[in-house]
T-cell receptor
Framework: KQEVTQIPAALSVPEGENLVLNCSFT??????LQWFRQDPGKGLTSLLL?????REQTSGRLNASLDKSSGRSTLYIAASQPGDSATYLC????FGGGSNYKLTFGKGTLLTVNP | NAGVTQTPKFRVLKTGQSMTLLCAQD?????MYWYRQDPGMGLRLIHY???????AKGEVPDGYNVSRLKKQNFLLGLESAAPSQTSVYFC?????????????FGDGTRLSIL
């Protein structure tokens, strides 16, 4: 059974700092990996999606890497801002039979960026 | 730019009552999903649908039923609510599976069972 672990569970940093969030998964036979952001009382917003054949994806100040063989992904946030404060979730897609794919989520990292 | 809309946003039920949560998407997505999010457990898939008229069980389907009569709507039913079903429920949709497309989420329904 695929398990996704995110470390640390919570992180507090001063504004402007570069930071790394970690995600690990137990079964390397994934189709893709996604990073989501969740604001309090809101749903999830997809930030980056990395295909299993890719090594990294970038969007603005965000860079996500994937090392499928070691079962690890990192989300790098450059020059953090208070508006980046949220819970960040990692999820991997696994084959669910037929032609459909399901997501297995980690429990998230709660990020607080202090002004 | 509605995306995925969930109704209601909040609900309190008594044990044994029934209710239906509605999810509507306007992106013409084939796939739709219902998740529950609980503290310390993360998001878990309840049921999903790969197209109009189809449904399938996810990781935690017991106590729930679903229907997808129209492509844009996915209903989640609780036949006899139990306190263990107190949770935040999220609906999501995606275009033709997950190979290249992310899932789009609604803002959730916060459900309390007394």
């Amino acid at each position: 059974k695929q398990e996704v672990t995110q470390i640390p569970a919570a992180l507090s940093v001063p504004e402007g700092e570069n930071l790394v969030l970690n995600c690990s998964f137990t079964d390397s036979a994934i189709y893709n990996l996604q990073w989501f952001r969740q604001d309090p009382g809101k749903g999830l917003t997809s930030l980056l999606l990395i295909q299993s054949s890719q090594r990294e994806q970038t969007s603005g100040r965000l860079n996500a890497s994937l090392d499928k063989s070691s079962g690890r992904s990192t989300l790098y946030i450059a020059a953090s801002q208070p508006g980046d404060s949220a819970t960040y979730l990692c999820a991997v897609s696994i084959f669910g039979g037929g032609s459909n794919y399901k997501l297995t989520f980690g429990k998230g990292t709660l990020l607080t960026v202090n002004p | 730019n509605a995306g995925v809309t969930q109704t209601p946003k909040f609900r309190v039920l008594k044990t044994g009552q029934s209710m239906t949560l509605l999810c509507a998407q306007d992106m013409n997505h084939e796939y739709m999903y219902w998740y529950r999010q609980d503290p310390g457990m993360g998001l878990r898939l309840i049921h999903y649908s790969v197209g109009e008229g189809t449904t399938a069980k996810g990781e935690v389907p017991d106590g729930y039923n679903v229907s997808r009569l129209k492509k844009q709507n996915f209903l989640l039913g609780l036949e006899s609510a139990a306190p263990s079903q107190t949770s935040v429920y999220f609906c999501a949709s995606s275009f033709a599976g997950l190979m290249n497309q992310p899932q789009h989420f609604g803002d959730g329904t916060r459900l309390s069972i007394l």
